[in-house]
Nanobody, 115 residues
């Protein structure tokens, strides 16, 4: 069965907002969750990361605009994206790492920001 399912991508104008969700299987005991993105012709890059204690890290390119969070009761992670720019256009992937150090990836969700 699929272990991570992403949703919330779409088309938005520059300056707008989107919230991405990543729902993990109840069978996964998650230590950390993160978001990565990949634009055509570019390498996949780190966006944000959150640990079990709630501490976070962000790429410099999204600091002040994106917020990562998690709802442990629902085994779900979120990425709130505000003040979106065309440069944010990419496929966004959720990653979860279990306490046993096993990584899982979602299928990706497309975010397109128009000028």
């Amino acid at each position: 069965q699929v272990q991570l399912v992403e949703s919330g991508g779409g088309l938005v104008q520059a300056g707008g907002s989107l919230r991405l969700s990543c729902v993990a299987s109840e069978s996964l005991s998650i230590y950390s969750m993160g978001w990565y993105r990949q634009a055509p012709g570019k390498q996949r890059e780190f966006v944000a990361h959150i640990r079990s204690d709630g501490t976070t890290d962000y790429a410099d390119s999204v600091k002040g605009r994106f917020t990562i969070s998690r709802d442990n009761a629902r085994n779900t992670g979120y990425l709130q994206m505000n003040s979106l720019k065309p440069e944010d256009t990419a496929v966004y992937y959720c990653q979860a790492v279990t306490w046993s150090a096993n990584p899982y990836w979602g299928q990706g969700t497309q975010v397109t920001v128009s000028s």
